[in-house]
């Protein structure tokens, strides 16, 4: 639709309040909670774009799914439908449930990957990486080089390097060392950046030639069909779930998180063409997941994953998705708010580097930002810098992350754009007073994954 408002596909008619607080309670809970925000309980967050992942709406019809949902052992109805909706969408043969996608990766890579093994991909995303290296194997990011650059307008950033990848296949040939390739559409940790039909045919082909299996990592298959549509030469008179079939068309088999392209608060697939290697995940998968059909979920769970995917690739949604997240985007521009760009997805990310500039690498700007916009409006957002990814080498000297980023990611059919329009005056006036911001330093880290529960202090 032509109009300058972005009107939500949907109508409301099951509400969930939100609680508002005073200035003087949220310095309070951020206080106790050690100025980190994944330390402050749900209920002291006005709008929460934490993450997309699992925190989207349902729709009246998957709740209606869920209660006709069959919770039969074996061989229940509601994973028959969705292998019904799952197939009529990929072409995939062997399709098994999942209780999320990280439970897929590890399968997959307990049976493919080991020492000596090489898994490229354009970016693996965090648990994808971690499940690849817990079994020896090596994860490598092959992400053309507009991909790394934050100002780059790109339109396709999340594009494998085919360079890249044609050499990494040659330089191995002969060694069996390579038991797939992957490619992240959209490519999450590059800040949900998409990936042309045209790279993702000519990965296939490279894959082909060299006789590597080709993967996907699907979490936003729509999101990034979207892209295509109205992005690439020649796609925007093709529906997007054609679209869809052609790029999984390409596939061998892919993973996937539920809590994304699904639109359900938990869940995931692990889908291949390969009967030998769906033997073997189907052995695993009863070890550890549960039996085949229903893969550690109820079988409601099934049921509202199926109708999620019939509700994600259509295009109204899509249009209200994609058009939301681009208007938050471009506001933050307007008041002068440096972004990756161009604006992605599932979120749009601050450049908080070059924004507060004052506050160097080792005071975690992108983490005073975040406070920030908590103490103004009750925002919750997530660094993505050198709070999250920054150590210290063994002398004790500070080593920065490449990027300085601020998350605001946006779940699927929560907010309004009356909210988005409350995040966007928070911004405004956060900016009035952004050379005031103050850092922030760490006074107690864990082991590992230190941004989920370090405490910190202001500087
Ligand atoms: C979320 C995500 C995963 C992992 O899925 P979970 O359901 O969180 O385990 C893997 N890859 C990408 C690209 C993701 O965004």
């Known amino acids: 639709m032509n109009f300058k408002t972005i009107i939500e596909p949907f109508r409301i008619k099951m509400v969930e309040p939100l609680r508002m607080t005073t200035p003087k309670d949220r310095k309070e ?48 109805e509601s994973y028959y439908e969705l292998e019904e909706v799952v197939k009529d969408l990929t072409g995939i043969k062997h399709i098994f449930p999942t209780h999320q996608g990280r439970a897929s990766e590890r399968i997959l890579f307990q049976i493919v990957g080991g020492p000596e093994t090489i898994i490229p991909n354009n970016t693996h995303f965090d648990t994808t990486r971690a499940n690849i290296e817990y079994t020896k194997a090596e994860a490598l990011d092959l992400v053309i080089e507009e991909g790394k650059d934050p100002q780059s307008d790109h339109p396709f950033k999340g594009n494998m390097d085919l360079v890249k990848l044609e050499k990494l296949f040659k330089e191995n040939e002969g060694k069996n060392n390579i ?31 060299f006789k590597i299996p080709f993967f996907l990592d699907a979490c936003r298959f729509a999101e990034n069909a979207y892209f295509i549509k109205i ?37 995931g697939l692990l889908a291949v063409n390969n009967d030998e290697l769906a033997g073997k995940i189907q052995n695993l998968e009863i070890l550890t997941e549960g039996y085949p059909t229903y ?45 990756l760009t161009p604006i992605g997805g599932h979120a749009v990310y601050v450049d908080a580097k070059s924004y507060l500039s004052h506050i160097p690498p080792e005071q975690f700007p992108g983490q005073a930002l975040a406070c920030e916009l908590y103490l103004e409006g009750g925002i919750r957002s997530v660094e993505i810098g050198s709070f999250m990814f920054g150590k210290n080498d063994d002398a004790g000297n500070f080593i920065a992350s490449s990027m300085e980023l601020l998350r605001l990611a946006i779940p699927r059919r ?46």
């Open 231 to 267: 992005r690439e030469p020649g796609q925007s008179d093709r529906s997007v779930k054609e679209i869809c079939q052609e790029i999984f068309s390409y596939a061998d088999g892919f993973t996937f998180s539920a809590k994304k392209d699904a639109i359900v608060n938990i869940g």
């Open 295 to 339: 893969g550690g979920l109820a079988g409601r769970d099934l049921a509202a994953m199926a109708q999620g995917l019939r509700e994600v690739v259509e295009e109204d949604y899509l249009e209200y998705r994609i058009k939301s997240t681009n208007y938050l985007g471009q506001k933050l521009l307007e008041i002068g708010i440096p972004l």
């Open 29 to 76: 809970i951020l206080e106790k909670a050690h100025y980190n925000l994944f330390l402050i309980k749900a209920k002291d967050i006005l709008i929460d774009l934490l993450t997309d992942s699992g925190t989207g709406a349902m729709s009246a019809r998957q709740w209606a799914k869920m209660i006709e949902g069959d919770e039969s052992y074996a061989g229940c």
């Open 414 to 459: 929560v907010y309004t754009q009356s909210h988005i329009d409350f995040v966007i005056e928070v911004f405004e006036r956060v900016h009035a007073k952004k050379d005031k911001i103050r850092g922030v330093k760490i006074v107690e880290e864990p082991p590992f994954l230190r941004h989920f529960s370090s405490k910190l202090a202001l500087t």
């Open 179 to 209: 038991p797939l390739c992957l490619l992240t559409i959209t490519n999450n940790s590059g800040g949900g950046q998409p990936v042309s039909l045209k790279n993702i045919k000519e990965t296939k082909e490279l894959c082909e030639k």
